[in-house]
């Protein structure tokens, strides 16, 4: 399946347009074709594929995947970096593709293109939930430098009945107390290595 997936991204990334001209992180619009491929291999409700152009002065993105804990905390479970170096070699901007893929088993696979294919995964986690809600990033954001950007939200709960909540909650624990198991990706551009 693994393999499945990074030839999907290949794919896909053939027909991404040209780069935006501000540092923006931007939702790829599937055709109706491309949609109908990620449908048929199961994925399109489970995956999310965005494009990136950074700040002229970005080298590194990080991608940290998040647990909340009981106390209302989020914790680190996984995660990962590519880097342009400050050689900026073998390109000097840090444009590319971030592609998520939420599994069955909890875990969260990702890839990162960027003078490269990055392939990172989180492992599974032990929960059997009658009830899931997934947010992603559906609209084009600029880059902050040194900020985190939610670009995925995942709350699951044994109860079918669960309240709406939006990316920007990540930055609101609080308002997930009492779910069995939240999840969150953010994406986060560094100058620094």
Not at 176 to 184: K, Y
């Amino acid at each position: 399946m693994k393999q499945i997936c990074v030839f999907l991204l290949s794919m896909l990334l053939t027909a991404c347009s040209a780069a935006p001209d501000s540092a923006e992180l931007v939702p790829y619009d599937l055709s109706e074709k491309e949609q109908f491929v990620l449908e048929t291999f199961g994925m399109l409700e489970s995956s999310q594929l965005l494009s990136f152009h950074a700040p002229e002065e970005a080298i590194t993105l990080r991608v940290h995947v998040y647990q909340m804990l009981s106390g209302g905390a989020w914790e680190e479970t996984g995660g990962g970096a590519t880097s342009i170096g400050a050689e900026r070699e073998p390109v000097d901007r840090l444009d590319g593709y971030f592609a998520m893929r939420l599994r069955k088993d909890l875990g969260i696979d990702f890839h990162i293109r960027c003078a490269g294919l990055a392939s990172y995964q989180t492992d599974a986690v032990d929960l059997s939930a009658a009830a899931r809600a997934v947010y992603l990033l559906t609209d084009a954001r600029e880059i902050t430098m040194e900020t985190e950007i939610p670009v995925a939200l995942m709350v699951y709960e044994s109860d079918a009945a669960m309240p709406a909540y939006c990316l920007e909650d990540y930055f609101e624990p609080s308002r997930f107390d009492g779910r069995e198991l939240v999840q969150a990706v953010t994406l986060e551009f560094s100058a620094q290595e």
